[in-house]
T-cell receptor
Framework: DAKTTQPNSMESNEEEPVHLPCNHS???????IHWYRQLPSQGPEYVIH???SNVNNRMASLAIAEDRKSSTLILHRATLRDAAVYYC?????????????FGSGTQLTVLP | EAGVAQSPRYKIIEKRQSVAFWCNPI?????LYWYQQILGQGPKLLIQ????????DSQLPKDRFSAERLKGVDSTLKIQPAKLEDSAVYLC??????????????FGEGSRLTVL
């Protein structure tokens, strides 16, 4: 399974944008890039996913590099409720959830 | 829409005892997953069901863990006998479809197991 690399932790100030990076240099052409986040004492929550083009939804934006070897999750205005562990995962077309065995993710701290 | 329900939320047992966790997925979701999350780590898939059939159980320690999904709805995960290293949060998730483009996973709040 293709591997992703994320920083262990990041900090952001409240109401400022946050850019969470993810490197996936061994991604294959058909792998989807998924992001989940996990708030304290809760199960992971889906954030966004994409294949090649940048994606936007009500929670965040996903910017995918042209060579697809990296991606960035963008939270446009961080709030205290966005403090969580963010996971970047690659999913192959077979759809096996084994690809959703999560790494350690990035712990985002939002400062008031 | 009701989310994924899990019980119990917390369980403390002695090593070598047994424990069972229950999961009720979102109505209509054919795919169900059990994950184990050890403190400080990301969730690790234990088993994936499609309706009531097992799709992937390659990471399930079958000597002590078992899971079933009768009638393709509710599921139970059992550990017998428990070891100290089984202390973790057990997460259940469900999705409408298993594919990577439409298969968003919805997780329950988890069942926290402490083995003494």
């Amino acid at each position: 399974d293709a591997k992703t690399t994320q920083p262990n932790s990041m900090e952001s100030n409240e109401e400022e944008p946050v850019h969470l990076p993810c490197n996936h240099s061994t991604i294959s052409g058909t792998d989807y890039i998924h992001w989940y986040r996990q708030l304290p004492s809760q199960g992971p929550e889906y954030v966004i996913h994409g294949l090649t083009s940048n994606v936007n939804n009500r929670m965040a934006s996903l910017a995918i590099a042209e060579d697809r070897k990296s991606s960035t999750l963008i939270l446009h205005r961080a709030t205290l409720r966005d403090a969580a562990v963010y996971y970047c995962i690659l999913r192959a077309p077979s759809g096996s959830a084994r690809q959703l065995t999560f790494g350690s993710g990035t712990q985002l701290t939002v400062l008031p | 829409e009701a989310g994924v329900a899990q019980s119990p939320r917390y369980k403390i047992i002695e090593k070598r005892q047994s424990v069972a966790f229950w999961c009720n997925p979102i109505s209509g979701h054919a795919t169900l997953y059990w994950y184990q999350q050890i403190l400080g780590q990301g969730p690790k898939l234990l088993i994936q069901f499609q309706n009531n059939g097992v799709v992937d159980d390659s990471q399930l320690p079958k000597d002590r863990f078992s899971a079933e999904r009768l009638k393709g709805v509710d599921s139970t995960l059992k550990i017998q006998p428990a070891k100290l290293e089984d202390s973790a949060v057990y997460l259940c998730a469900s999705s409408l479809h298993p594919g990577p483009n439409t298969g968003e996973l919805f997780f329950g709040e988890g069942s926290r197991l402490t083995v003494l």
